[in-house]
Protein backbone atom coordinates (compact mmCIF):
# COMPACT_ATOMS: atom_id res chain seq x y z
CA UNK A 1 0.00 0.00 0.00
CA UNK A 2 1.07 3.70 -1.03
CA UNK A 3 -0.54 6.97 -0.02
CA UNK A 4 1.17 9.46 -2.62
CA UNK A 5 1.44 12.20 -1.48
CA UNK A 6 0.28 11.95 2.60
CA UNK A 7 -2.58 13.41 2.73
CA UNK A 8 -3.47 15.93 5.45
CA UNK A 9 -4.53 15.01 8.74
CA UNK A 10 -8.03 17.21 8.43
CA UNK A 11 -10.58 14.64 10.45
CA UNK A 12 -13.36 13.80 7.92
CA UNK A 13 -16.42 15.87 8.17
CA UNK A 14 -18.74 14.42 11.28
CA UNK A 15 -22.20 15.50 12.10
CA UNK A 16 -22.89 17.19 15.20
CA UNK A 17 -25.47 15.30 16.94
CA UNK A 18 -26.67 17.43 19.21
CA UNK A 19 -26.13 20.80 21.02
CA UNK A 20 -26.06 22.27 24.18
CA UNK A 21 -29.62 23.90 23.24
CA UNK A 22 -30.71 20.65 21.02
CA UNK A 23 -33.40 18.68 22.58
CA UNK A 24 -33.32 15.01 23.37
CA UNK A 25 -36.00 14.22 20.38
CA UNK A 26 -33.89 16.33 17.97
CA UNK A 27 -30.77 14.27 19.15
CA UNK A 28 -32.41 10.84 18.54
CA UNK A 29 -33.80 11.95 14.99
CA UNK A 30 -30.24 13.29 13.82
CA UNK A 31 -29.07 10.00 14.99
CA UNK A 32 -31.76 7.71 13.28
CA UNK A 33 -30.44 10.03 9.97
CA UNK A 34 -27.00 9.41 10.47
CA UNK A 35 -27.39 5.55 10.87
CA UNK A 36 -30.04 5.46 7.36
CA UNK A 37 -27.73 7.34 5.61
CA UNK A 38 -24.21 5.15 6.74
CA UNK A 39 -26.48 2.12 5.98
CA UNK A 40 -27.24 3.47 2.37
CA UNK A 41 -23.80 3.91 1.47
CA UNK A 42 -23.16 0.45 2.68
CA UNK A 43 -25.92 -0.69 0.58
CA UNK A 44 -24.19 1.20 -2.27
CA UNK A 45 -20.71 -0.18 -2.15
CA UNK A 46 -22.02 -3.89 -1.55
CA UNK A 47 -24.19 -3.30 -4.92
CA UNK A 48 -21.02 -2.20 -6.59
CA UNK A 49 -18.81 -4.81 -5.32
CA UNK A 50 -21.73 -7.82 -5.98
CA UNK A 51 -22.02 -5.84 -9.79
CA UNK A 52 -17.62 -5.93 -10.17
CA UNK A 53 -18.44 -9.94 -8.75
CA UNK A 54 -21.20 -10.27 -11.76
CA UNK A 55 -18.78 -9.15 -14.31
CA UNK A 56 -16.24 -11.23 -13.46
CA UNK A 57 -17.96 -14.23 -13.60
CA UNK A 58 -19.57 -12.85 -17.05
CA UNK A 59 -17.14 -10.88 -19.07
CA UNK A 60 -14.75 -13.09 -21.51
CA UNK A 61 -12.71 -10.35 -22.90
CA UNK A 62 -10.45 -8.86 -20.12
CA UNK A 63 -10.37 -5.42 -21.44
CA UNK A 64 -13.78 -4.97 -20.93
CA UNK A 65 -13.56 -6.07 -17.58
CA UNK A 66 -10.74 -3.65 -17.09
CA UNK A 67 -12.40 -0.85 -18.45
CA UNK A 68 -14.51 -0.64 -15.14
CA UNK A 69 -11.99 -1.42 -12.58
CA UNK A 70 -11.00 2.83 -12.22
CA UNK A 71 -15.22 3.80 -12.22
CA UNK A 72 -15.41 0.74 -9.58
CA UNK A 73 -12.62 1.97 -7.57
CA UNK A 74 -13.84 5.81 -7.26
CA UNK A 75 -17.72 4.91 -6.79
CA UNK A 76 -16.71 2.69 -3.85
CA UNK A 77 -15.09 5.27 -2.17
CA UNK A 78 -16.76 8.17 -3.54
CA UNK A 79 -13.55 9.80 -5.08
CA UNK A 80 -12.91 11.70 -8.39
CA UNK A 81 -11.37 9.26 -10.36
CA UNK A 82 -9.29 6.80 -10.53
CA UNK A 83 -6.76 4.88 -13.31
CA UNK A 84 -5.19 1.72 -14.14
CA UNK A 85 -1.37 0.82 -15.16
CA UNK A 86 -0.65 -3.03 -15.81
CA UNK A 87 2.84 -4.36 -15.58
CA UNK A 88 3.70 -6.68 -18.41
CA UNK A 89 5.10 -10.29 -17.83
CA UNK A 90 8.24 -8.69 -19.91
CA UNK A 91 8.65 -5.97 -17.65
CA UNK A 92 6.75 -3.43 -19.90
CA UNK A 93 4.52 -0.67 -18.20
CA UNK A 94 1.06 0.07 -19.98
CA UNK A 95 -1.60 3.11 -19.06
CA UNK A 96 -4.35 0.75 -19.39
CA UNK A 97 -7.53 2.81 -18.19
CA UNK A 98 -8.97 5.96 -16.53
CA UNK A 99 -11.92 7.16 -15.46
CA UNK A 100 -12.47 11.21 -14.55
CA UNK A 101 -15.32 14.09 -15.05
CA UNK A 102 -14.51 15.09 -18.77
CA UNK A 103 -12.81 18.24 -19.16
CA UNK A 104 -9.49 20.18 -19.23
CA UNK A 105 -8.70 18.20 -15.31
CA UNK A 106 -9.39 14.97 -16.41
CA UNK A 107 -7.10 15.54 -19.57
CA UNK A 108 -4.46 17.07 -17.44
CA UNK A 109 -4.44 13.75 -15.38
CA UNK A 110 -4.43 11.52 -18.43
CA UNK A 111 -1.47 13.45 -20.01
CA UNK A 112 0.31 13.57 -16.38
CA UNK A 113 -0.08 9.34 -16.05
CA UNK A 114 1.12 8.92 -19.56
CA UNK A 115 3.75 11.29 -18.99
CA UNK A 116 4.87 9.29 -15.94
CA UNK A 117 4.22 5.79 -17.41
CA UNK A 118 6.19 7.24 -20.31
CA UNK A 119 9.38 8.67 -17.85
CA UNK A 120 10.00 5.36 -15.67
CA UNK A 121 10.28 3.53 -19.21
CA UNK A 122 13.03 5.58 -20.41
CA UNK A 123 14.36 5.60 -17.26
CA UNK A 124 15.15 2.02 -15.60
CA UNK A 125 14.01 -0.16 -19.00
CA UNK A 126 16.02 -0.80 -22.04
CA UNK A 127 14.84 -2.84 -25.09
CA UNK A 128 17.07 -5.63 -25.13
CA UNK A 129 16.53 -5.43 -20.90
CA UNK A 130 12.93 -5.54 -20.56
CA UNK A 131 12.62 -8.91 -19.02
CA UNK A 132 15.34 -8.07 -16.64
CA UNK A 133 14.67 -4.96 -14.91
CA UNK A 134 12.31 -5.29 -12.24
CA UNK A 135 9.37 -3.25 -11.98
CA UNK A 136 10.16 0.24 -9.62
CA UNK A 137 6.77 0.57 -8.30
CA UNK A 138 7.94 3.28 -5.78
CA UNK A 139 9.67 4.76 -9.02
CA UNK A 140 6.22 4.74 -10.40
CA UNK A 141 4.00 6.50 -7.30
CA UNK A 142 6.49 9.45 -7.12
CA UNK A 143 5.85 9.84 -10.54
CA UNK A 144 2.11 10.00 -10.75
CA UNK A 145 2.16 12.10 -7.49
CA UNK A 146 4.61 14.49 -8.96
CA UNK A 147 2.90 14.92 -12.25
CA UNK A 148 -0.68 15.22 -10.55
CA UNK A 149 0.59 17.84 -7.72
CA UNK A 150 0.45 18.01 -4.47
CA UNK A 151 -3.56 19.36 -4.59
CA UNK A 152 -4.62 15.89 -5.08
CA UNK A 153 -5.47 13.28 -2.66
CA UNK A 154 -3.95 10.31 -3.91
CA UNK A 155 -3.62 6.10 -3.34
CA UNK A 156 -2.66 3.57 -4.52
CA UNK A 157 -2.48 -0.13 -4.34
CA UNK A 158 -0.82 -3.04 -6.01
CA UNK A 159 -2.50 -5.61 -8.29
CA UNK A 160 -0.73 -9.06 -7.35
CA UNK A 161 -0.83 -12.61 -9.43
CA UNK A 162 0.81 -15.56 -7.75
CA UNK A 163 2.55 -13.05 -5.59
CA UNK A 164 4.17 -11.39 -8.40
CA UNK A 165 3.25 -7.38 -8.82
CA UNK A 166 0.96 -6.81 -12.55
CA UNK A 167 -0.07 -2.78 -12.34
CA UNK A 168 -0.97 -0.60 -9.73
CA UNK A 169 -4.37 1.00 -8.96
CA UNK A 170 -4.50 4.65 -8.64
CA UNK A 171 -8.07 6.64 -7.15
CA UNK A 172 -7.44 10.15 -6.32
CA UNK A 173 -9.74 13.33 -5.34
CA UNK A 174 -9.47 16.79 -5.69
CA UNK A 175 -11.77 18.13 -2.96
CA UNK A 176 -9.22 19.22 0.18
CA UNK A 177 -11.23 17.75 2.60
CA UNK A 178 -11.19 13.95 1.72
CA UNK A 179 -9.60 11.83 3.65
CA UNK A 180 -7.79 8.63 2.79
CA UNK A 181 -9.56 5.81 5.35
CA UNK A 182 -9.03 2.57 6.41
CA UNK A 183 -12.42 1.43 5.21
CA UNK A 184 -11.88 3.39 1.84
CA UNK A 185 -8.05 1.85 1.30
CA UNK A 186 -9.82 -1.36 2.39
CA UNK A 187 -12.22 -0.89 -0.01
CA UNK A 188 -9.83 -0.37 -3.16
CA UNK A 189 -7.92 -3.03 -2.50
CA UNK A 190 -10.98 -4.94 -2.82
CA UNK A 191 -11.24 -3.98 -6.53
CA UNK A 192 -7.35 -4.60 -6.90
CA UNK A 193 -7.51 -8.48 -5.76
CA UNK A 194 -10.80 -8.70 -7.87
CA UNK A 195 -8.76 -7.05 -10.96
CA UNK A 196 -6.07 -9.56 -10.16
CA UNK A 197 -8.40 -12.58 -10.25
CA UNK A 198 -9.80 -11.35 -13.91
CA UNK A 199 -6.03 -11.43 -14.99
CA UNK A 200 -5.33 -14.57 -13.51
CA UNK A 201 -8.29 -16.26 -15.15
CA UNK A 202 -7.64 -14.71 -18.54
CA UNK A 203 -3.92 -15.94 -18.59
CA UNK A 204 -5.20 -19.34 -17.64
CA UNK A 205 -7.76 -19.48 -20.26
CA UNK A 206 -5.07 -18.30 -22.80
CA UNK A 207 -2.96 -21.12 -21.11
CA UNK A 208 -5.78 -23.81 -21.71
CA UNK A 209 -6.31 -22.82 -24.98
CA UNK A 210 -3.10 -23.03 -26.09
CA UNK A 211 -2.76 -26.43 -24.68
CA UNK A 212 -5.57 -27.28 -26.56
CA UNK A 213 -4.20 -26.31 -29.74
CA UNK A 214 -1.10 -28.14 -29.22
CA UNK A 215 -2.94 -31.12 -28.12
CA UNK A 216 -4.97 -31.39 -31.10
CA UNK A 217 -1.76 -30.61 -33.09
CA UNK A 218 -0.46 -34.02 -31.50
CA UNK A 219 -3.76 -35.59 -31.81
CA UNK A 220 -2.81 -34.85 -35.97
CA UNK A 221 0.61 -35.94 -35.72
CA UNK A 222 -0.53 -39.72 -34.09
CA UNK A 223 -2.69 -39.73 -36.49
CA UNK A 224 -0.18 -38.88 -39.36
CA UNK A 225 2.15 -41.42 -38.04
CA UNK A 226 -0.69 -44.10 -37.25
CA UNK A 227 -1.39 -43.79 -41.17
CA UNK A 228 2.51 -43.78 -41.79
CA UNK A 229 2.08 -47.29 -40.39
CA UNK A 230 1.39 -50.73 -41.77
CA UNK A 231 -2.42 -51.00 -42.19
CA UNK A 232 -2.47 -54.38 -41.84
CA UNK A 233 0.27 -56.95 -42.56
CA UNK A 234 0.84 -57.72 -46.44
CA UNK A 235 -0.03 -61.86 -48.11
CA UNK A 236 3.53 -63.09 -48.44
CA UNK A 237 3.16 -66.49 -49.60
CA UNK A 238 4.74 -69.06 -47.42
CA UNK A 239 4.53 -66.81 -44.30
CA UNK A 240 2.11 -65.62 -41.60
CA UNK A 241 2.37 -62.04 -40.10
CA UNK A 242 0.87 -60.39 -36.73
CA UNK A 243 1.98 -57.02 -35.86
CA UNK A 244 1.20 -53.72 -32.74
CA UNK A 245 2.98 -50.85 -32.19
CA UNK A 246 1.43 -49.50 -29.04
CA UNK A 247 3.24 -45.98 -28.01
CA UNK A 248 3.53 -44.59 -24.55
CA UNK A 249 2.47 -41.28 -25.59
CA UNK A 250 -0.11 -39.95 -28.72
CA UNK A 251 3.32 -39.61 -30.92
CA UNK A 252 5.74 -42.20 -30.63
CA UNK A 253 9.71 -43.55 -31.94
CA UNK A 254 9.01 -46.79 -32.74
CA UNK A 255 9.17 -48.26 -36.34
CA UNK A 256 8.13 -51.48 -38.18
CA UNK A 257 7.75 -51.55 -41.78
CA UNK A 258 6.54 -54.42 -44.47
CA UNK A 259 8.35 -53.27 -47.73
CA UNK A 260 8.14 -55.29 -50.78
CA UNK A 261 11.68 -55.35 -53.21
CA UNK A 262 8.69 -54.62 -55.84
CA UNK A 263 6.65 -51.25 -55.45
CA UNK A 264 4.22 -52.52 -58.03
CA UNK A 265 3.47 -54.87 -55.50
CA UNK A 266 2.11 -52.57 -53.39
CA UNK A 267 -0.70 -50.90 -55.57
CA UNK A 268 -1.71 -54.24 -57.40
CA UNK A 269 -5.67 -54.45 -57.59
CA UNK A 270 -4.86 -58.01 -58.50
CA UNK A 271 -5.85 -60.86 -55.72
CA UNK A 272 -2.89 -63.25 -57.15
CA UNK A 273 0.71 -61.54 -57.50
CA UNK A 274 4.05 -62.57 -58.65
CA UNK A 275 6.08 -63.84 -55.59
CA UNK A 276 8.63 -61.65 -54.46
CA UNK A 277 11.50 -60.35 -51.50
CA UNK A 278 9.99 -58.82 -48.77
CA UNK A 279 11.97 -56.32 -46.45
CA UNK A 280 10.99 -56.64 -42.51
CA UNK A 281 12.28 -53.70 -40.82
CA UNK A 282 11.60 -52.39 -36.85
CA UNK A 283 13.64 -49.78 -35.48
CA UNK A 284 13.40 -47.47 -32.61
CA UNK A 285 14.25 -43.72 -32.00
CA UNK A 286 16.31 -42.97 -28.71
CA UNK A 287 13.38 -40.90 -27.10
CA UNK A 288 9.94 -40.48 -27.09
CA UNK A 289 7.35 -38.21 -28.14
CA UNK A 290 7.31 -35.53 -31.14
CA UNK A 291 10.96 -35.04 -31.75
CA UNK A 292 11.45 -39.18 -32.12
CA UNK A 293 7.95 -39.57 -33.96
CA UNK A 294 9.86 -36.94 -36.43
CA UNK A 295 12.79 -39.11 -36.95
CA UNK A 296 10.80 -42.25 -37.41
CA UNK A 297 8.82 -40.49 -40.00
CA UNK A 298 12.01 -39.41 -42.06
CA UNK A 299 13.64 -42.78 -41.10
CA UNK A 300 10.85 -44.39 -42.89
CA UNK A 301 10.99 -42.48 -45.89
CA UNK A 302 14.57 -42.47 -46.35
CA UNK A 303 14.79 -46.47 -45.79
CA UNK A 304 11.71 -47.19 -48.08
CA UNK A 305 13.58 -45.08 -50.04
CA UNK A 306 16.85 -47.03 -49.92
CA UNK A 307 14.94 -50.42 -50.81
CA UNK A 308 14.51 -49.10 -54.36
CA UNK A 309 18.37 -49.60 -54.77
CA UNK A 310 18.30 -53.87 -54.43
CA UNK A 311 21.16 -53.58 -52.10
CA UNK A 312 22.11 -55.78 -49.99
CA UNK A 313 20.87 -55.89 -46.08
CA UNK A 314 24.19 -54.57 -44.58
CA UNK A 315 24.43 -52.19 -47.74
CA UNK A 316 21.15 -50.86 -47.12
CA UNK A 317 21.77 -49.62 -43.60
CA UNK A 318 25.27 -48.25 -44.42
CA UNK A 319 23.30 -46.00 -46.86
CA UNK A 320 20.85 -45.22 -44.56
CA UNK A 321 23.84 -43.98 -41.92
CA UNK A 322 25.27 -42.05 -44.39
CA UNK A 323 22.25 -39.98 -45.40
CA UNK A 324 20.91 -39.34 -42.24
CA UNK A 325 23.80 -39.60 -40.33
CA UNK A 326 23.92 -35.15 -40.81
CA UNK A 327 20.34 -34.90 -38.90
CA UNK A 328 20.66 -37.02 -36.14
CA UNK A 329 24.03 -35.92 -35.30
CA UNK A 330 22.09 -32.43 -34.93
CA UNK A 331 19.11 -33.42 -33.10
CA UNK A 332 21.92 -35.42 -30.63
CA UNK A 333 19.44 -39.04 -31.23
CA UNK A 334 20.28 -42.02 -32.88
CA UNK A 335 18.24 -44.67 -34.30
CA UNK A 336 18.50 -48.91 -33.39
CA UNK A 337 17.07 -51.06 -36.92
CA UNK A 338 17.06 -54.18 -37.97
CA UNK A 339 16.83 -55.05 -41.18
CA UNK A 340 15.49 -58.65 -42.84
CA UNK A 341 14.85 -59.16 -46.09
CA UNK A 342 12.79 -62.68 -46.48
CA UNK A 343 12.72 -64.84 -50.09
CA UNK A 344 9.33 -66.60 -49.99
CA UNK A 345 10.84 -69.03 -53.06
CA UNK A 346 13.83 -70.13 -50.79
CA UNK A 347 12.60 -69.33 -47.45
CA UNK A 348 16.02 -67.84 -46.41
CA UNK A 349 15.83 -64.51 -44.36
CA UNK A 350 18.81 -62.06 -44.62
CA UNK A 351 19.35 -59.57 -42.23
CA UNK A 352 21.13 -56.78 -40.87
CA UNK A 353 21.48 -55.43 -37.39
CA UNK A 354 22.23 -51.30 -36.43
CA UNK A 355 22.46 -51.78 -32.44
CA UNK A 356 18.74 -52.96 -32.19
CA UNK A 357 17.23 -55.86 -29.86
CA UNK A 358 18.28 -59.24 -31.53
CA UNK A 359 14.71 -60.60 -32.76
CA UNK A 360 14.09 -64.47 -31.29
CA UNK A 361 13.94 -67.32 -33.74
CA UNK A 362 11.97 -70.39 -32.48
CA UNK A 363 13.01 -73.21 -34.50
CA UNK A 364 9.99 -75.84 -34.20
CA UNK A 365 12.27 -78.75 -34.86
CA UNK A 366 15.04 -78.52 -32.12
CA UNK A 367 11.96 -76.41 -29.88
CA UNK A 368 14.80 -73.72 -29.14
CA UNK A 369 15.39 -69.90 -29.53
CA UNK A 370 17.77 -68.27 -31.19
CA UNK A 371 18.82 -64.93 -31.26
CA UNK A 372 19.53 -62.99 -34.75
CA UNK A 373 22.64 -60.84 -34.68
CA UNK A 374 24.97 -59.52 -36.43
CA UNK A 375 27.79 -56.39 -35.59
CA UNK A 376 26.57 -53.11 -35.90
CA UNK A 377 26.84 -49.44 -35.00
CA UNK A 378 23.30 -47.10 -34.35
CA UNK A 379 22.06 -45.17 -37.18
CA UNK A 380 23.68 -42.20 -36.86
CA UNK A 381 26.18 -42.64 -34.35
CA UNK A 382 29.37 -42.57 -36.94
CA UNK A 383 29.27 -41.40 -40.62
CA UNK A 384 31.55 -44.21 -41.45
CA UNK A 385 30.21 -47.30 -39.72
CA UNK A 386 29.91 -50.66 -41.36
CA UNK A 387 27.26 -53.53 -41.45
CA UNK A 388 27.83 -57.18 -41.64
CA UNK A 389 25.39 -59.62 -42.62
CA UNK A 390 23.62 -63.18 -41.97
CA UNK A 391 21.30 -65.00 -43.51
CA UNK A 392 19.02 -68.24 -41.75
CA UNK A 393 16.94 -71.29 -43.85
CA UNK A 394 13.79 -71.09 -42.31
CA UNK A 395 11.15 -74.44 -42.25
CA UNK A 396 7.78 -74.70 -41.75
CA UNK A 397 6.71 -74.05 -38.24
CA UNK A 398 9.52 -71.35 -37.11
CA UNK A 399 8.58 -68.39 -35.87
CA UNK A 400 10.42 -65.22 -35.14
CA UNK A 401 9.24 -62.40 -32.95
CA UNK A 402 10.84 -58.80 -33.80
CA UNK A 403 10.42 -56.36 -30.85
CA UNK A 404 11.15 -53.34 -29.20
CA UNK A 405 12.96 -52.29 -25.49
CA UNK A 406 9.56 -51.58 -24.99
CA UNK A 407 8.81 -55.01 -23.64
CA UNK A 408 12.37 -55.79 -21.88
CA UNK A 409 12.62 -52.45 -19.91
CA UNK A 410 9.00 -52.77 -18.86
CA UNK A 411 9.06 -53.00 -14.79
CA UNK A 412 7.10 -53.83 -12.41
CA UNK A 413 5.47 -51.80 -9.03
CA UNK A 414 9.01 -53.69 -7.25
CA UNK A 415 11.41 -52.38 -10.03
CA UNK A 416 12.03 -55.33 -11.39
CA UNK A 417 12.33 -55.84 -15.03
CA UNK A 418 10.76 -57.92 -17.87
CA UNK A 419 13.93 -58.64 -19.71
CA UNK A 420 15.08 -60.84 -22.68
CA UNK A 421 15.12 -64.20 -20.51
CA UNK A 422 11.31 -63.80 -19.50
CA UNK A 423 10.14 -62.97 -22.60
CA UNK A 424 11.47 -65.81 -24.26
CA UNK A 425 10.60 -68.17 -21.90
CA UNK A 426 6.92 -66.35 -22.63
CA UNK A 427 7.58 -66.48 -26.31
CA UNK A 428 8.42 -70.44 -26.41
CA UNK A 429 5.66 -71.23 -24.80
CA UNK A 430 3.30 -69.16 -26.71
CA UNK A 431 5.18 -70.73 -30.05
CA UNK A 432 4.05 -74.81 -28.18
CA UNK A 433 0.50 -73.42 -27.29
CA UNK A 434 -0.91 -71.24 -30.31
CA UNK A 435 -0.98 -71.77 -34.35
CA UNK A 436 -1.30 -68.31 -35.59
CA UNK A 437 0.44 -64.89 -35.05
CA UNK A 438 -1.98 -62.68 -34.05
CA UNK A 439 -2.45 -65.16 -30.91
CA UNK A 440 1.27 -65.39 -30.40
CA UNK A 441 1.23 -61.34 -30.20
CA UNK A 442 -1.89 -61.23 -27.77
CA UNK A 443 -0.10 -63.61 -25.31
CA UNK A 444 2.74 -61.77 -25.15
CA UNK A 445 1.15 -58.57 -24.64
CA UNK A 446 -1.04 -59.74 -22.28
CA UNK A 447 1.84 -61.16 -20.28
CA UNK A 448 3.77 -57.65 -20.13
CA UNK A 449 0.51 -56.25 -18.73
CA UNK A 450 0.28 -58.77 -16.25
CA UNK A 451 3.83 -58.45 -14.64
CA UNK A 452 3.68 -54.52 -14.75
CA UNK A 453 0.45 -54.82 -13.18
CA UNK A 454 -3.23 -53.15 -13.23
CA UNK A 455 -2.90 -49.52 -12.86
CA UNK A 456 0.83 -49.52 -13.56
CA UNK A 457 2.27 -47.60 -16.72
CA UNK A 458 4.55 -48.56 -19.18
CA UNK A 459 6.67 -45.48 -19.99
CA UNK A 460 8.36 -46.76 -23.30
CA UNK A 461 6.79 -47.77 -27.03
CA UNK A 462 6.16 -51.27 -27.31
CA UNK A 463 5.97 -53.06 -30.95
CA UNK A 464 6.21 -56.62 -31.16
CA UNK A 465 5.97 -58.23 -34.89
CA UNK A 466 5.34 -61.91 -35.07
CA UNK A 467 6.44 -64.22 -38.38
CA UNK A 468 5.49 -67.65 -38.75
CA UNK A 469 6.35 -70.12 -41.72
CA UNK A 470 3.66 -71.98 -42.86
CA UNK A 471 3.85 -75.69 -44.54
Not at 37 to 54: A, I, P, T, W, Y
Not at 186 to 192: D, T
Not at 225 to 251: H, K
Amino acid sequence: MTVVPVYRNSPEPTDHIATGNSSPITSVYALQEMVARLHKEQQNVNDLLSSLGFALRSFNNLNQFLELIPLMGCRVTDADGGALVLFKPNGQIRFQQLHCQEGQQCQDIRQALEIATRQLITETTLPAELQEVPIQTASLDYQVSDYLGNDVQLFGTSILVKNSERGRLYVFSHNPEYVWTPARQKLIRLVADQTAVAIANDELSTSLREKERLDRELEIGAEIQLRLLPPECPEIPGIALAARCQTANRVGGDYYDFIPSNYDQVNSKHKKQEPCKWSIVIGDVMGKGVPAGLIMTMTRGMLRAEVLNRHSPAQVLQHLNQVMYTDLETSHRFVTLFYSEYDPETRILSYSNAAHHPPMLWQAASNSIVNLDTLGMLIGLEVDSEYNQAQVQLHPGDTIIYYTDGFTDAANKHGDRYDDLKLSQAFKFACQNYQEPQEILDYLFEEVKQFVGEGNHNPDDMTLVVMRVQS
